[in-house]
């Protein structure tokens, strides 16, 4: 059985590589001027594709060339995977719990952006002790990216704002106050006029895992942590269980006594603080100084990776680590194969598409008895 | 006010108090703010004329504090009477929108102290900038009220931008950009109603993920095209605006309606037509009651699932026609990511609007409004930060959600997925 509930995702992934691919190869002017003579435009297209997808495997897992001296050093590249998946475990978790509870949270990149400001601004303003430190830039961002989120289901608790229009709104707020906050004098980096953050202090960050040399942090960790408390919390807590009773049946949970209001406002505030920590993972750990790009794409790809996931905390941590490999294979990609690091967005959308379509991979595969419920479904507008 | 009193109120009641509430708070804080706080006032200029239509008032000279004061008193007159109006238990449209135009005023007037504002160019470019959004709701109110909600609006204004852009170019013929362009946006649109539809899968989800697909596509296809082959793939024109004789002429009018590229007017038909069909016609009707009530709908023969699948269909090529505004309307080549977001705030102006088309256009043009007002002061230099104009509509938009709009109710359809022989769940 565990091994079927591998098989849909697997295909829809090896089927997402495949129709990227033909893009890659399609779109390349050498496999085009090829066009009068069909086998070895065929041979020429293979080959586009396979270097990209091989550069894309170097840039995320083992790299030959770095394993000549010692073989282990082959395997540093997945030190960037670990560090571009770290801040979307954290932001998928966000999403995922959220949809549990039937809320859709769109919010996640400005709660990122929450997170990040909090933490940057304990981290480079105070001067505290090595641990310390870092523990209360972490609580500042989720703090802040807490009551960020929490607002929303507050409103939506008391007036019935849709948390939907409500996260989107505020993720315009975010990234404007942001911007507005990098040209600050508080935040203006000695001598500099761009918007650019000062560093966070050394006290502030977070360690490394593997030595100087790599990037991994103790950020990955935190974010393992996170997955596990979210799959105690919704798996063995009341609290949880009320989650995940609401997020079935709104009615029907009032009409048993629990508190939707509650519910929906508490939700959101761990859903915030989720994304917030991301925020300061990713500043704490691999970028120590804000810019206005900080939140870069996290939202989308959150939300991405929890779909991915089918909203479980497990499930969550592998499409992050999937999905930060793809990340951090696509910057070689592009930089040694001239292949747009676009094509990642593409290959996630693709691996969505295709897992929220069973039917479509069955039927591709002429798959029989696969375990394809759906476990994502959103409320719509009335719910 | 009694106890007794507030219980008796509806819940609908209870939150069009609130907005009169909230009405009358922004009221006074403009009165405080715009008009009483400043010391001293300094001239602004209104100007009115823009091209060469009948000049009827060059000018206005106001002083920014009597203006800004006139104006807060106006509008908490406005809030008086839609107070009165609730009493009687009338509709107070008319108030609201004097309270919004007065605030507004006020506001402005305050903020373009001792500055020169082009009044009627303002109000153009607000018109130009919700041209997108309009097309955009529209595209939500054809889907949403036939039952599948459509969150890839961005997504089928981005394809129709891309499209209509290179088509335009490789043809170097903007009419054939244009017409390609309700294609692209119908293309994303039957992606989304066949797994939507026929899959039944989750329509949020779904459409989420088709905008990730396009933003994907797009992006890729620009850096590996458009870029290094731009004067083939990306040099395309933009349509020149065409002055409608006479009307163009009308002072104010006609400089913001009448003398717009064709893609302007063809969103007026479009708006119209949708208005009048969605309330008038056997399509409408069936639209509506299968959004509503898809098994009343198939007790009396219609084949739900096929008038949504239609639906949907015209959906994307409306809003696929309103990505080719971004190229052909506008600055002719594509860019990456050019929608920025446009989508979305469509989605947010179709719920403000209440599902509408009326009510949609309206929403869009306060957003288009707020989004140019910001650009023009920004220009001019204003007491605030850029940012904080920037989030202006932004913050206005959670406002009117939570506070004048409160639980609003989509169609009762909308998002859950049709199995035949009454089978919704």
New interface residues.
């Given amino acids: 059985m565990k091994s079927k509930k591998l098989l849909l995702p697997s295909l829809s992934f090896l089927l997402a590589l495949f129709v990227s691919g033909l893009l890659v190869a399609f779109t390349d002017a050498q496999v085009l001027a090829l066009k009068n003579n069909p086998l070895s435009m065929i041979s020429k297209a293979i080959s586009t594709a396979g270097n990209a997808y091989w550069a894309l495997f170097r840039g995320s897992i083992f790299d030959p060339q770095l394993a000549e001296s010692r073989f282990w050093e082959g395997f540093y590249p997945l030190s960037e995977t670990l560090v571009a998946a770290s801040p979307l475990i954290l932001t998928g978790l966000s999403v995922a719990l959220a949809f549990r509870a039937g809320l859709f949270n769109i919010g996640a990149q400005g709660q990122f952006i929450a997170g990040a400001i909090g933490a940057s601004w304990v981290g480079f303003t105070f001067e505290l002790p090595v641990v310390l430190h870092a523990i209360l830039a972490i609580l500042a961002a989720l703090l802040f990216a807490g009551i960020y989120g929490g607002f929303v289901g507050l409103l939506k608790a008391r007036t019935g704002a849709h948390e939907v229009i409500v996260t989107i709104m505020l993720n315009y707020v975010a990234g404007y106050f942001l911007l507005w906050l990098l040209g600050t004098t508080a935040f203006l980096r000695l001598g500099r006029q761009d918007p650019l953050a000062p560093e966070v202090r050394e006290s502030a960050r977070l360690p490394h895992l593997f030595g100087p040399e790599l990037r991994a942090n103790f950020g990955f960790i935190i974010a393992l942590v996170a997955a596990a408390v979210i799959w105690w919390l919704l798996n063995r807590s009341t609290w949880g269980f009320r989650y995940r009773a609401v997020g079935a049946n709104a009615s029907a949970s009032r009409t048993a006594g629990i508190s939707v209001a509650r519910v929906t406002t508490s939700v959101m505030f761990i859903a915030g603080a989720l994304a917030g920590l991301g925020g300061a993972v990713q500043v704490l750990g691999s970028e120590y100084a804000m810019t206005s790009g900080i939140g870069g794409s996290f939202g989308f790809d959150a939300i991405t990776v929890a779909l991915l996931g089918r909203a479980t905390p497990v499930g969550t941590v592998f499409a992050a680590l999937l999905f930060g490999a793809l990340r951090a294979g696509g910057l070689t990609m592009q930089s040694s194969t001239e292949t747009p690091l676009d094509l990642v967005l593409v290959i996630q959308a693709l691996v969505v598409l295709f897992i929220a379509a069973p039917a479509l991979v069955k039927a591709i595969f002429r798959l029989r008895n696969v375990d394809s419920s759906q476990t994502i479904a959103s409320k719509g507008w009335n719910g | 006010m009694s106890a007794l009193e507030v219980v008796s109120l509806s819940a609908p009641e209870r939150r069009r108090k ?1 907005g009169i509430i909230t009405m009358g708070i922004l009221g006074a804080f403009a009165l405080a703010v715009f008009g009483l706080l400043p010391k001293s006032g300094e001239p602004v200029t209104y100007s009115f004329v823009l091209g060469n239509e009948w000049i009827f008032v060059k000018e206005w000279i106001v002083n920014s504090k009597t203006g800004s004061l006139c104006f807060s008193i106006v509008s908490l007159l406005a809030v008086l009477l839609a107070s009165l109006q609730f009493k009687a238990r009338k509709t107070s449209r008319f108030a609201t929108g004097l309270f919004g135009t007065t605030f507004l005023m006020s506001f402005l007037c305050w903020a373009a102290a001792g500055k020169f504002i082009p009044f009627t160019g303002l109000l153009q470019g607000a018109l130009l900038l919700s041209v997108p959004l309009i097309f955009g709701a529209m595209a939500g109110v054809l889907s ?1 009220r036939s039952g599948v ?1 459509n969150i890839a609006i961005e997504g089928q204004l981005l394809a129709g931008a891309f499209m209509s852009g290179v088509i335009a170019s490789l043809t170097q013929n903007t009419w054939a950009g244009l017409i390609i362009a309700p294609f692209a946006g119908m293309a994303i649109a039957w992606l989304l109603a066949v ?1 939507a539809i026929k ?1 039944g ?6 459409g ?3 905008n ?2 396009v ?3 797009t ?7 458009l870029i ?1 082959y731009q004067s083939t793939w990306n040099a395309g024109g933009t349509f020149t605006p065409i002055e409608i004789p006479v009307l163009a002429k009308i002072p104010v009018i006609g400089p913001i309606f009448f003398a717009q590229s064709i893609i302007v007017y063809l969103m007026y038909v479009v708006v119209i037509v949708i208005h009048v069909a969605l309330f008038k016609s056997k399509w409408g009707l069936r639209t509506r009651s299968v959004g509503e009530h898809p098994t009343a709908a198939e007790s009396v023969g219609i084949d739900v699932n096929r008038v949504r699948f239609r639906n949907v269909l015209i959906a994307g090529a409306v809003a696929g026609l309103g990505g080719a505004f971004f190229t052909l309307g506008a600055v002719g080549a594509f860019s990456k990511e050019m929608t920025a ?1 446009k989508g ?1 705030i469509a ?2 102006a179709l ?1 403000f609007g209440r599902w509408s088309p009326l009510g949609a256009v309206a929403a869009a043009l306060i957003f288009g409004f707020a989004d140019n007002l910001q650009g023009v002061l920004t220009i001019t230099g204003t007491p605030i ?1 850029s ?2 104009m ?2 202006a509509p ?2 206005a ?2 406002i009117a ?3 004048f ?6 169609p ?1 359809a ?3 997925p049709y199995k035949r022989g009454g089978g919704s769940h």
């Fill in positions: 609130r949403e909600i797994f899959y899968i989750d329509q949020v989800v779904l989420f993920v088709l990730v697909l933003i994907g596509l992006g890729f296809l620009y850096k590996k095209l290094p977001g979305f989605l947010a719920i930060p940012e904080f920037l989030m932004y913050i938009t959670i959600v939570s506070g709009v409160g639980r609003v109710r989509a009762a909308d998002g859950i």
